[in-house]
Each structure stands twice: as structure tokens, then as C-alpha cells.
């Protein structure tokens, strides 16, 4: 093709300036026929790696799963809940694959077998340790986190009112409303156990 170029256009331009021409245009069009082949391999460079990502990713995705199902089986929650027989979150949390979820009515007892094996403990604030505390689920959250300080302690309750500056509310590892959709406890429930 650049013959069949230079042959048309050296009559047109004339003599040196054609040459030129076309001497750039050859070592562009050959540059270019020598980069095809590298730019494949090159694609194929970053197919591969690509390939090899999907691989290793997936086999992380994997294991990160593997590691949910293993917390799932192994992490204990306890709720306590003087209404735990009408708070449904324990058998919603049993389906989504938590098989070590409980609830209890009271702890009256730091000693209290449950509360040494849990590894998450959901207090209410009302209605709770009210034979231990004045405070009620706050002073027993309170004392469950200083007796049990690697334990997950988290205060829960559907009240509005109350004292917001409560020095358990700062001991504890979270707080979150009664009311809170399942999602959010599972979510907290994740949070805890990385």
C-alpha cells in the first residue's frame, strides 16, 4: 500500500518532500505492525491477571464466608429481656443462621452460667437487674462489662426517655433501639464478631 501511496503522490509533490513522507509514514505503519503483536499480548497479559484475580477474589469471598458460618456456629448471644417470650429477635436471628442465640427473662446473678458463656449480651434497660441495681438493665450492662470486658455488651430498649448521659451508655460496646429492623441486628451482631 505505501508503494501504491508513493507512486501516485511522487508526481504530485515531487521529489525530497515525498521521500520524507513517506519515509515518516513507513516507520508509523511499521511501528504500528509491531505494536499489534505486543498489545495482544498485553491483552492477554491482563486477561490472565484478570482470570487470576476472579480466582483468588473468589477464593477469599470463600473463605470470608466459610469464616460467617464458622462465627454464625460458634459466637453465643444472649438477650435479656423481661418480655423476652414477645421479643421475636431471637427466633429471627435462629433462622438467619445463629444457632447460639438464647434469651432470658433476668440475670440476678454476675456468676449466672449464661452470662459467663455468651460471647454477645443484648440487655434491656428496663425491667432487667432490678435486683441487683437501681439502675436497672443500665447498671447491670454496666457491671457485666467490668466483670466481663471481653464480652460484646450491648444495650437495647424501645424507651425514648431516659438518662442519655448514663455513664453505661459509654462502657458498653453499643447501644441500639428495641425497635430496630433485624437487619440492623444482624448487621451489629457481624460488626462485633470481626
Not at 483468588?56 to 453465643?76: A, D, H, L, P
Request: hydrophobic share 35%; with cysteine; glycine share 6%.
Amino acid at each position: 500500500m505505501i508503494e501504491f501511496l508513493k507512486s501516485n503522490y511522487e508526481w504530485l509533490f515531487g521529489g525530497i518532500g515525498v521521500t520524507a513522507l513517506f519515509f515518516i509514514l513507513d516507520k508509523f505503519v511499521f511501528k504500528n505492525k509491531e505494536s499489534k503483536p505486543k498489545e495482544e499480548n498485553k491483552n492477554v497479559n491482563k486477561n490472565s491477571i484478570t482470570i487470576h484475580n476472579n480466582l483468588v477474589s473468589n477464593g477469599t469471598e470463600e473463605k470470608q464466608e466459610n469464616g460467617n458460618n464458622e462465627s454464625k456456629n460458634k459466637i453465643r448471644i444472649l438477650f435479656v429481656d423481661d418480655e423476652h417470650t414477645k421479643f421475636k429477635m431471637v427466633s429471627i436471628l435462629k433462622k438467619a443462621g445463629w444457632r447460639n442465640t438464647k434469651s432470658i427473662k433476668d440475670i440476678t446473678d454476675l456468676d449466672d452460667y449464661k452470662a459467663k458463656e455468651a460471647d454477645i449480651i443484648f440487655v434491656d434497660i428496663n425491667g432487667v437487674g432490678r435486683t441487683l441495681f437501681e439502675d436497672q438493665g443500665l447498671g447491670l450492662a454496666s457491671a457485666l462489662k467490668k466483670k466481663y470486658p471481653q464480652k460484646k455488651i450491648v444495650i437495647y430498649s424501645s424507651e425514648t426517655k431516659g438518662d442519655r448521659f448514663h455513664k453505661a451508655l459509654r462502657e458498653v460496646d453499643d447501644c441500639l433501639s428495641k425497635d430496630a429492623e433485624p437487619y440492623q441486628f444482624v448487621n451489629l451482631i457481624e460488626t462485633l464478631c470481626q
